[in-house]
């Protein structure tokens, strides 16, 4: 059943996907994009130091002491020896698996305001409590969910009321697709699931969000295949607390290691050590560190691998038996990244009967909170396809599809209630991150079966109607 997985995975490391051309860095003194992590102020000298290796600096983040440059991989170790350097690695690539959809093939009889939402939307009504939950509070654009997606279809009918705008983070020619001109502004959605993502928080029309308005923006880090940098996504979650969101959500995520990465350059045989402290995890903790740190509250994917995430030798055994083949050793603890970091939310998905989704990642102590993803083990019987969740999709449309990916604006458009209800009650005041998780674990339903935090449900189901007062 892997081939219908929908979170936009992982697949870690300068690699991409299963299948994927490698994207390791290339002997004979090609430049790759390589990031560089400081560990205190850039100044001109360092900056001159990091030329005089002969690495081309592409990209500067103040905000998180980091840097994109472009070397030889010969380069590394002179880079690693600069002064204020506290890391160097080749540049991780996320990537972007497909993920099929089951288009609505919509009956005739079906036309007008929440017809949809009423026939297919289980999953919406799971979290509502059959709606409930809007009459006591159904948002406001005063408080914004920023979606770290693949863009989305701005003009989509059901979301263009509560679209506030947004910034494109792929650049001119990405992964050669003639359509990625490198334009801020070009945050369409080519692939579909930012939109299926955005329907599920914000949607207001023939389906419905969990908050049908709250307002919403999108930072689109994805195309239309391809994959995506830490760069990029670290740069959007900068963009977008800078914007003012209020919750950012992510449904996206892989594997990152604390600890040790080694790459062999399969060509000359060269073993290049990247450290401790490996550069991209350091790069993911400082953005999201930053976010936090302003008062926004992040909500991430779990991950959709069927893994226990909270264990790191299977991670670590998962990731070399993969990816040894181009070079790659592994040394310490696997992590879920971006959920399995502190004082992110991390998101299992459920299914419509409320129990764990067959490709949901689990673990003690990882999992935050459950929402309902779908699931599809009916295939192929008639109809399988009901038991996913049903969002707004491209060019109008709207399509079923199940993942983690699918749970976490749930439980994002939750927090935006609560934060917008917060706000309304006390005079604009906006509560902080941790207070708006103690709001949502104070309105979850208890699924685990001794209470607590549960392995597989975290601290349990996200019920919006509970969370804001309901009982």
């Given at each position: 059943?892997?081939?219908?997985?929908?979170?936009?995975?992982?697949?870690l490391?300068?690699l991409?996907?299963?299948?994927a051309?490698?994207?390791?860095?290339?002997s004979?003194?090609k430049?790759?994009?390589?990031?560089?992590?400081?560990?205190?102020?850039v100044n001109?000298?360092?900056?001159?130091?990091?030329?005089a290796?002969?690495?081309?600096?592409?990209?500067?983040?103040p905000?998180?002491?980091?840097?994109?440059?472009?070397?030889?991989?010969?380069a590394?170790?002179s880079?690693?020896?600069?002064?204020?350097?506290q890391?160097v690695?080749?540049?991780?690539?996320?990537?972007?698996?497909?993920s099929?959809a089951v288009?609505l093939?919509?009956?005739s009889?079906?036309?007008?305001p929440?017809?949809i939402y009423?026939?297919?939307?289980?999953?919406?009504?799971?979290?509502?409590?059959?709606?409930?939950?809007?009459?006591?509070?159904?948002?406001s654009?005063?408080?914004?969910?920023?979606?770290?997606?693949t863009?989305?279809?701005?003009?989509?009918?059901?979301?263009?009321?509560?679209?506030?705008?947004?910034?494109?983070f792929?650049?001119?020619?990405?992964?050669?697709?003639?359509?990625?001109?490198g334009?801020?502004?070009?945050?369409?959605d080519?692939?579909?699931?930012?939109?299926?993502?955005?329907?599920?928080?914000?949607?207001?029309g023939?389906?419905?969000?969990?908050?049908?308005?709250?307002?919403?923006?999108a930072?689109?880090?994805?195309?239309?295949?391809?994959?995506?940098?830490?760069?990029?996504?670290a740069?959007?979650?900068?963009?977008a607390?800078?914007d003012?969101?209020?919750?950012i959500?992510?449904?996206?995520?892989g594997?990152?290691?604390?600890?040790?990465?080694?790459?062999?350059?399969?060509?000359?045989?060269?073993?290049?050590?990247?450290g401790?402290?490996?550069?991209?995890?350091?790069?993911?903790?400082?953005?999201l560190?930053?976010?936090?740190?302003?008062g926004?509250?992040?909500?991430?994917?779990?991950?959709?691998?069927?893994l226990?995430?909270a264990?790191?030798?299977?991670?670590?055994?998962?990731?070399?038996?993969?990816?040894?083949?181009?070079?790659?050793t592994?040394?310490?603890?696997?992590?879920e990244?971006?959920?399995?970091?502190?004082?992110?939310?991390?998101?299992s998905?459920?299914?419509?009967?409320?129990?764990?989704?067959?490709?949901?990642?689990?673990?003690?102590?990882?999992?935050?909170?459950?929402?309902?993803?779908?699931d599809?083990?009916?295939?192929?019987?008639p109809?399988?396809?009901?038991?996913?969740?049903?969002?707004?999709?491209?060019?109008?449309?709207?399509?079923?599809?199940?993942?983690?990916?699918?749970?976490?604006?749930?439980v994002?458009a939750?927090a935006?209630?609560?934060?917008?209800q917060y706000?309304?009650t006390?005079?604009?005041?906006?509560?902080?991150?941790?207070?708006?998780?103690?709001g949502?674990?104070?309105?979850?339903?208890?699924?685990?079966?001794n209470?607590g935090?549960?392995?597989?449900?975290?601290?349990?189901?996200?019920?919006a109607?509970?969370?804001?007062?309901g009982?």
């Amino acid at each position: 059943m892997r081939k219908f997985w929908t979170l936009l995975t992982a697949v870690l490391v300068l690699l991409g996907s299963a299948g994927a051309t490698a994207l390791a860095a290339p002997s004979g003194g090609k430049p790759i994009a390589l990031t560089v992590v400081f560990n205190g102020n850039v100044n001109a000298g360092v900056l001159a130091n990091i030329q005089a290796t002969g690495a081309q600096v592409v990209k500067m983040m103040p905000e998180l002491g980091a840097a994109t440059v472009k070397a030889p991989a010969s380069a590394i170790p002179s880079l690693q020896q600069v002064g204020g350097v506290q890391a160097v690695a080749p540049q991780l690539i996320w990537k972007l698996k497909a993920s099929p959809a089951v288009p609505l093939a919509e009956p005739s009889a079906l036309a007008g305001p929440g017809d949809i939402y009423n026939v297919y939307q289980w999953d919406i009504k799971m979290v509502t409590q059959n709606g409930a939950s809007w009459t006591l509070n159904t948002g406001s654009h005063q408080t914004v969910v920023g979606i770290i997606d693949t863009g989305v279809d701005p003009n989509h009918r059901d979301l263009r009321a509560n679209f506030l705008g947004g910034q494109n983070f792929v650049p001119a020619g990405a992964y050669g697709d003639p359509t990625e001109t490198g334009d801020p502004n070009d945050i369409y959605d080519r692939h579909g699931h930012g939109t299926h993502v955005a329907g599920s928080i914000a949607g207001n029309g023939r389906i419905y969000g969990v908050g049908p308005d709250l307002g919403f923006r999108a930072y689109r880090v994805f195309g239309a295949e391809g994959g995506a940098s830490t760069e990029w996504i670290a740069a959007a979650v900068v963009a977008a607390t800078n914007d003012g969101v209020d919750v950012i959500s992510m449904s996206l995520g892989g594997y990152d290691v604390n600890g040790q990465v080694l790459w062999t350059d399969p060509d000359t045989g060269v073993t290049y050590h990247l450290g401790n402290d490996h550069a991209d995890m350091i790069l993911w903790k400082r953005a999201l560190t930053y976010a936090q740190q302003r008062g926004v509250v992040v909500v991430a994917a779990a991950g959709n691998e069927a893994l226990n995430a909270a264990d790191p030798k299977a991670g670590i055994q998962m990731l070399n038996e993969e990816y040894g083949i181009y070079g790659y050793t592994f040394l310490g603890a696997v992590v879920e990244a971006p959920g399995g970091i502190s004082g992110v939310i991390a998101v299992s998905a459920l299914g419509p009967d409320k129990s764990l989704a067959s490709y949901s990642n689990w673990g003690q102590g990882f999992v935050t909170l459950a929402a309902p993803g779908g699931d599809f083990q009916r295939y192929p019987e008639p109809d399988w396809f009901l038991d996913m969740c049903l969002s707004s999709y491209p060019g109008g449309a709207y399509a079923f599809m199940a993942g983690t990916s699918m749970a976490t604006p749930k439980v994002a458009a939750v927090a935006a209630l609560y934060i917008d209800q917060y706000k309304k009650t006390h005079g604009g005041q906006k509560p902080g991150p941790q207070q708006v998780l103690q709001g949502l674990k104070n309105g979850t339903e208890i699924l685990g079966k001794n209470g607590g935090r549960d392995p597989f449900f975290g601290y349990g189901l996200v019920n919006a109607y509970k969370t804001l007062g309901g009982r």
